[in-house]
């Protein structure tokens, strides 16, 4: 473990949960990459690193967390790999579906690495399903009627409902 950079980190996330942007991009390598591998999305540099954590702050306005449970290791050349959880509520439009005020708490990994004793990448994932579906989005409607699987609540049900109603009207 690197402790310059085990103190960087720490850095990182009091200013990511604080939203203080210029703090945040303060860690970051002029260089560096964001890699979103749930949608597909990448960022670049500061201006794509401000576009990334904007977006994450004004879609579900997040704090991260180590939750129980979830580990985290320094790889052999100081990289580091850690579990962590979103915490947030759907406070803007994601993937085309509006705000819904709904509570997300979301698990991700995230692969870091460095260069310069500044944070060089950031790559991400996370299960977008399981996101889409704490929004009220029914991502893959063949899980429905799976057995075994968690009940919706009436408020999940109805927002599924209303999602099925007005696909169906736009065809």
């Excluded at 560096?32 to 579900?60: K, N, S, V």
């Amino acid at each position: 473990m690197n402790p310059t950079l085990a103190e960087l980190i720490g850095r990182h996330l009091v200013a990511e949960n604080a939203q203080d942007l210029p703090g945040t991009l303060a860690t970051l390598h002029p260089d560096c990459r964001f890699e979103d591998l749930a949608t597909g999305q990448t960022w670049r540099g500061h201006d794509g690193a401000a576009a990334h954590y904007g977006q994450w702050w004004t879609t579900f306005d997040v704090t991260v967390k180590r939750g129980p449970g979830q580990s985290s290791a320094w790889t052999d050349g100081d990289g580091y790999i850690a579990e962590a959880t979103w915490h947030g509520k759907h406070v803007g439009a994601f993937l085309g579906i509006a705000p819904t005020g709904r509570t997300i708490v979301q698990p991700f990994v995230v692969v870091l690495s460095f260069k310069d004793g500044l944070m060089l990448s950031e790559r991400f994932q996370y299960d977008l399903a399981s996101l889409l579906r704490q929004i009220g989005a029914e991502p893959i409607p063949a899980l429905t009627g799976l057995q075994h699987r968690a009940a919706p609540s009436r408020r999940e049900t109805l927002s599924s409902a209303r999602l099925s109603a007005s696909s169906r009207a736009s065809k």
